[in-house]
């Protein structure tokens, strides 16, 4: 009896350890990215909405070609919606992951996550509209992975939509995180592009010029796929007994936050804080 005893100990020590360490891999990632998304929104707030309010509209395409055409009513629209609800869902959408406000405050949970839905959804349009009728920098490759991106954000909202009115709670949860990660598509691939710049001080596998090459393929689609892989590792580590799951998962988890905090900085002080200093 006394062996057994020193030997499950340990094992339960350790799968606590590992537990914990999950949790942890997983929470600092997320204050790390909504830090960094809401510095995205503010720079979205402040550039294209200060050009709006000082009615320079063409300003809009230094950073966005074609992101302003005199006489196009449908495609600025189509531009001002998706700008003014990315900025919305950015700064609103993370505290829907807040369990604290779910458990004090259901009926504000109920109705920002009802707004969020919508502004996925219009956002989603939107984007895919732009790309219909302005087309990426990326050209068709871009004009792909972009529109998947969009078809992404409308399944993954009506999947969060229909658990949360089966009352499918976990389920619901899932979906919502997924939803969470696409919607933030834009916002990784210039965390990744900045990230990528920094690590090998200049532009590599594609050409700045034309904004093409074999790494921005991989960007175009790996902004969306790559954190969705990273989410299914997590879920997958938390249904395991076994250690050494959650360990990879932790640790994979902490080395897309070292990235992402890297990528987040080195885009604030390279392409977002100079065009509004």
Not at 223 to 249: H, S
Request: aromatic fraction near 16%; proline fraction near 4%.
């Amino acid at each position: 009896m006394i062996s057994n005893s020193k030997t499950t100990t340990p094992t339960l020590s350790n799968r606590h350890w590992s537990k914990s360490l999950l949790n942890f891999s997983v929470q600092f990632w997320f204050i790390i990215a909504v830090l960094g998304q809401w510095i995205f929104a503010f720079y979205v707030a402040a550039f294209y909405g200060g050009a709006v309010m000082e009615g320079d509209f063409m300003r809009w395409n230094r950073v966005l070609p074609h992101g302003y055409v005199e006489g196009q009513t449908m495609g600025n629209l189509a531009v001002a919606i998706h700008l003014l609800f990315a900025v919305i869902v950015m700064a609103g959408g993370p505290i829907q992951f807040v369990p604290q406000l779910r458990k004090f405050a259901p009926k504000f949970h109920r109705w920002n996550g009802r707004f969020y839905l919508g502004a996925a959804v219009l956002i989603s349009l939107s984007g895919v509209y732009m790309v219909i009728t302005k087309g990426t920098i990326s050209g068709l490759v871009g004009d792909i992975s972009v529109c998947l991106n969009g078809v992404l954000i409308l399944v993954f909202a009506y999947l969060t939509v229909t658990n949360a009115i089966k009352r499918r709670f976990d389920a619901h949860r899932k979906w919502a995180l997924r939803l969470f990660l696409v919607m933030a598509g834009v916002w990784f691939f210039r965390v990744g592009l900045m990230f990528w710049l920094f690590i090998n001080k200049g532009p590599v596998g594609f050409d700045p010029e034309t904004f093409r090459g074999p790494f921005l393929v991989f960007l175009g689609f790996g902004q969306y796929l790559i954190p969705l892989a990273i989410v299914e590792l997590y879920f997958l580590a938390q249904r395991q007994k076994q250690m050494g799951i959650k360990i990879f998962a932790a640790i994979t988890l902490l080395i897309f936050t070292a990235i992402t905090a890297l990528g987040t900085f080195a885009a604030t002080m390279g392409m977002w804080l100079p065009r509004i200093s």
